[in-house]
């Protein structure tokens, strides 16, 4: 009895008190095999949401950080309840704080919206390719407040998310991966236009990261003030790295126009002088 006594005075000693609400060992102890559990339950959840294959990698991610979110909230409650704090109580010592810091949090308060509304719509993804306010970039991380995508210069950007929601946003690989683009070039009025175009397309289906399927086709733009204008179509995988592309398409053009006394005519300026 003297054992089970000294057990039981020890798990109530109290450790400390914060006005009426005393933190007891045995608060301690539950508020730990609490967490533990509340772990374990977070570790199932995402193995069990990674493990299914309804669902990409992408949407796999937004569902378990959503869940997480919530689940975190719930922990937060339930962990200030074990320890003996009554929310009631906090709530209304906090009123007059919140009521306070309310203006000055609306813009915060807006970027954790449109990180649930991102989660959840998936508007916007891991590894998707977006291009907002001029930026264009990977998505590495969404989190509630803030998404991180990293450019084409290899820099980690961080965004509101409330700046995905509230601007134009382009979503390259939004519903596939492969995308469209194009490269634009004039040339000189005497150029042979069925050859121009002829060449512009093997240029592009010639390029190994430009897929064959759907082929690359070429328009002709328009009649341009010193040159005919053309464009050539194509599809890629790669639209991170697209801009490397463009780049060696329009040197296999350059070399292709060389070899066939194509010219790319340039603008000319002829300056008259008169004799005093």
């Not at 719509?121 to 991180?148: A, F, H, Y």
């Not at 683009?181 to 512009?200: A, N, R, T």
């Amino acid at each position: 009895m003297m054992k089970d006594f000294n057990i039981k005075e020890f798990l109530n000693y109290v450790i400390f008190s914060i006005g009426d609400t005393h933190v007891r060992i045995s608060s301690i102890v539950a508020l730990t095999t609490f967490l533990i559990i509340a772990f374990l339950l977070l570790k199932f959840i995402k193995r069990s949401i990674y493990r299914t294959q309804r669902f990409d990698q992408a949407k796999k991610y937004s569902i378990y950080t959503l869940i997480r979110y919530v689940l975190l909230v719930i922990i937060i409650i339930s962990s200030l309840q074990i320890l003996g704090f009554s929310l009631s109580v906090l709530l209304a010592g906090s009123a007059a704080l919140l009521v306070g810091l309310g203006l000055g949090i609306q813009n915060l308060f807006s970027d954790y919206i449109s990180g649930i509304i991102i989660l959840i719509d998936s508007s916007v993804k891991v590894d998707d390719i977006i291009e907002v306010n001029g930026i264009v970039g990977r998505v590495s991380e969404i989190n509630l407040r803030t998404t991180s995508i990293l450019t084409r210069d290899d820099k980690n950007i961080i965004l509101p998310n409330s700046a995905l929601t509230g601007n134009e946003l382009i979503n390259w690989t939004h519903n596939e991966k492969a995308a469209r683009f194009e490269v634009i070039v004039g040339v000189d009025y005497s150029s042979d236009v069925e050859l121009v175009m002829k060449l512009l397309k093997e240029a592009a289906k010639e390029e190994d990261s430009v897929l064959s399927t759907p082929e690359p086709f070429v328009r002709f733009i328009d009649f341009g003030d010193s040159s005919l204008n053309f464009s050539v179509h194509f599809w890629v995988e790669g639209v991170f790295r697209v801009e490397n592309t463009k780049s060696d398409i329009r040197v296999r053009i350059f070399q292709k126009f060389n070899e066939n006394n194509i010219t790319i005519p340039f603008p000319q300026r002829v300056i008259h002088t008169s004799d005093s």
